[in-house]
């Protein structure tokens, strides 16, 4: 009997090896697989004769090869160009980057072409898919029909996927429905099966989207249905220690600050004390930008707890970030002789030792780290408080087995940071079970960063740009990204740029370092302290500064390929510069394969400077048929929902949710995890994770 939890290696057609491949897509169930909608859609019912082709459309051919050759372009590019020739005409189709193509090609040969024409030396087609014609009806059929497009990863096409995707959904024919007909009815949405079968299969492409609407509706109802779950769970348990007693250290600390509290740091902050003094657990979100002075508050917020005699840990997603926090903590603590400590996968054997029973007495009221602090061995003495940043990198499941992680019988408070500028409305519905202070100011003192285009045009501009930086004084990042499917070319093409500005002459005394997700920890922190120290002054990345480097010296930050990063991540990047005093640039650099909605987007990044604002754009931006990225926001969970378009499904789960809940209130527990057992197929893992 089919289950959607079976793993995906269970699947037919599906072996270990691939099932590690699907892995990176986040598809480890039978539920997962059929989650994964597609990005888009072909329309292949309809085969165009080449003289008929238009610019702008999306087409498919049936022609010849005639020629294949593959062209060596700048920078090492190569490029595969193809004539094709049908009955009517002759039309060129383009591979760009894809010098493989060459050898899948054979002239002489019939393929199906599909793929966007666009008007360039009269009409070409760009990287379209091609497929030999078969006799077999097999082919046939999948072009004489709306094909889905896969978001993909290293060794996995579009072609196998889909051959998956239609053997689970013979599987999947059957399946009860967890949402109510009625409520499905009530928004003309289909049941889940045929959900399924039409976002992966549909008869016209437009036939798709109230088979997404009906899978979103079913990730928000997860959603929300955890959150009051977890809420229901949380209600009237134990109770934490109220930190009113603290106040007085709190005080000292405010007063020993080097600068003023921003207004809305000095209201999220009283908002903070307010649920630290009362013995109902806190559970807040601070939202804020990078540098908007989240940790500043949280340290203020540890000082409360540590004068009422209490401990508190801040769980940090790095060992990078966890770092920067200490430092902050070194530099600001001094006035309260509240004891912190570090901890983190570096720490020594010897050292962890040391720390753990400091923590286990009480010695140390503060410790600061990563996955570390999640370590069996930990023990805390009294634990008052958590500080988890970067929320979406820890499951609810990690803060709960934190707070569990004390010979205490209270619950311990909760605050949680995170910079992903998220649209408000968004926040409050997904983040439900947390109150939220946001954090709108940007410290006195920070200057703000302006953000220009420069047009990729060989190394000479980029050269001028960075080395007037240097001779100002400044200290600039030059950020590659490298995305999975060409990992190697990503991290060939950033060791070049590294080597080529080495040899620039006007940065010759500039020192230039290359840090990447590669190196080894040694090199990679002799690296960055050379950088921090202005032994070097240019630092070349992957996107690994994202995560948080704090060097307040950088004044400039180039990033190539902007158009592969989301917003939130260029915001977070751009937030890597202006820290300190120093205005601060951020260069974009503009290839020529740039898209128009991509410019679009990338224009409105550089016009808007608040994340919050900038969320918000976004999220009226994304136009129809994007489907969201879920790594842009840091939900994973999401797969069908677009917040762009769902908000009103958002509320929809939100009122089904409560629906069900509703009755008596004792019982709303038991009966939240009774009905997430029965209907969702992997309930362990959403009871434990919320
Ligand atoms: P976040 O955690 O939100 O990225 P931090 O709390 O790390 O921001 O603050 C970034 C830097 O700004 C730190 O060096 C901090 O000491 C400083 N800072 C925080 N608040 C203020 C303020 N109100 N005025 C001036 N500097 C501040
Ligand atoms: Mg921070």
């Not at 059929?34 to 082709?53: N, S």
């Not at 060596?72 to 190569?78: A, E, F, K, N, V």
């Not at 004891?339 to 983190?344: E, H, I, M």
């Not at 590659?480 to 002459?505: C, I, N």
Request: hydrophobic share 40%; aromatic share 6%; with cysteine.
């Amino acid at each position: 009997m089919l289950s959607l939890r079976d793993p995906i290696r269970y699947v037919s057609g599906v072996g270990p090896e691939m099932a590690r491949r699907l892995a990176k897509l986040e598809v480890h169930t039978l539920r997962d697989l059929l989650f994964h909608v597609p990005r888009g859609y072909r329309d292949r019912r309809l085969i165009t004769p080449i003289a008929f082709l238009r610019p702008h459309i999306e087409a498919s051919v049936l022609g010849r090869v005639a020629t294949v050759r593959l062209e060596r372009r700048l920078r090492g590019r190569r490029d595969v160009s193809a004539i094709i020739q049908d009955g009517t005409g002759a039309m060129r189709a383009v591979w760009f980057n894809q010098p493989f193509v060459e050898r899948a090609l054979h002239a002489g040969e019939r393929y199906f072409f599909s793929g966007p024409v666009e008007p360039y030396r009269g009409l070409e087609m760009h990287n379209p898919e091609f497929e030999a014609e078969e006799e077999e009806e097999d082919a046939r059929s999948e072009f004489a029909r709306v094909i889905p497009v896969y978001g993909l990863t290293q060794g996995v096409t579009q072609r196998w996927l889909r051959a998956r995707v239609e053997d689970a959904l013979r599987a999947a024919r059957d399946l009860p429905d967890p949402i109510p007909a009625s409520w499905r009815a009530e928004r003309s949405l289909p049941a889940l099966s045929e959900a399924f079968a039409q976002v992966h299969f549909p008869p016209a492409p437009e036939d798709a989207e109230p088979a997404r609407r009906r899978l979103a509706l079913e990730e928000l109802l997860r959603i929300q249905v955890s959150l009051l779950y977890a809420r229901a769970r949380h209600r009237g348990r134990r109770a934490a220690h109220p930190l009113g007693t603290g106040a007085s250290l709190a005080s000292r600390f405010h007063a020993s600050l080097p600068f003023r509290l921003t207004r809305s740091q000095e209201q999220a902050l009283e908002a903070i004390e307010r649920d630290l003094d009362r013995e109902v657990p806190m559970r807040r979100l601070l939202l804020g930008d990078v540098g908007s002075g989240k940790t500043v508050l949280a340290l203020a917020a540890a000082v409360r707890a540590a004068g009422a005699g209490t401990q508190t840990a801040i769980l940090a997603p790095t060992s990078i970030l966890a770092e920067q926090h200490a430092e902050t903590a070194s530099r600001l603590l001094s006035g309260t002789e509240v004891r912190y400590a570090l901890l983190t996968a570096a720490t020594s054997a010897r050292e962890r030792k040391k720390i753990l029973a400091e923590i286990a007495s009480g010695a140390v009221a503060l410790v600061i780290g990563t996955h570390a602090l999640l370590e069996r061995d930990l023990r805390f003495d009294a634990l008052g408080l958590v500080v988890v940043d970067e929320q979406h990198r820890f499951g609810v499941r990690q803060r709960i087995s934190l707070a569990s992680k004390t010979s205490d019988v209270r619950d311990a408070h909760l605050l949680v940071l995170t910079a992903t500028p998220i649209p408000r409305s968004l926040a409050m519905t997904l983040y439900g079970d947390l109150d939220l202070s946001l954090l709108t100011e940007r410290p006195a003192g920070r200057a703000p960063v302006k953000t220009a285009f420069l047009r990729e045009s060989g190394i000479d501009s980029l050269a001028r740009i960075l080395g007037e930086e240097v001779e100002q004084g400044g200290s600039a990042f030059v950020v590659y990204p490298v995305v999975e499917e060409s990992e190697t070319a990503d991290l060939k093409s950033a060791t070049a740029m590294f080597e080529t500005l080495k040899r620039v002459r006007r940065l010759h005394d500039a020192g230039v370092v290359l840090v990447h997700g590669r190196l080894k920890a040694p090199e990679r922190r002799l690296a960055i302290e050379r950088f921090r120290s202005g032994d070097a002054r240019i630092l070349v990345a992957t996107t690994v500064v994202e995560v948080g480097l704090d060097i307040p010296d950088a004044t400039l930050i180039v990033i190539e390929h902007p158009e592969r990063f989301g917003l939130a991540q260029l915001h977070q990047l751009r937030g890597r510069v202006g820290r300190a005093e120093r205005p601060g640039r951020c260069v974009l650099l503009l290839g020529k394969g740039v898209g128009q909605v991509a410019r679009q987007r990338l224009s409105i990044f550089a016009r808007v400077e608040n994340g919050q604002e900038l969320a918000e754009e976004d999220l009226k931006l994304r136009g129809p048929g994007e489907l969201l990225g879920t790594s842009q926001h840091g939900f994973p969970e999401f797969r069908a929902v677009d917040p762009a378009r769902d908000l009103d499904l958002i509320e929809a789960a939100r009122g089904l949710a409560q629906e069900l809940l509703s009755g008596e209130e004792a019982r709303g527990e038991a009966k939240l995890k009774s009905w997430i057992e029965a209907h969702f197929a992997d309930a362990e893992r959403y009871l434990e994770s919320g």
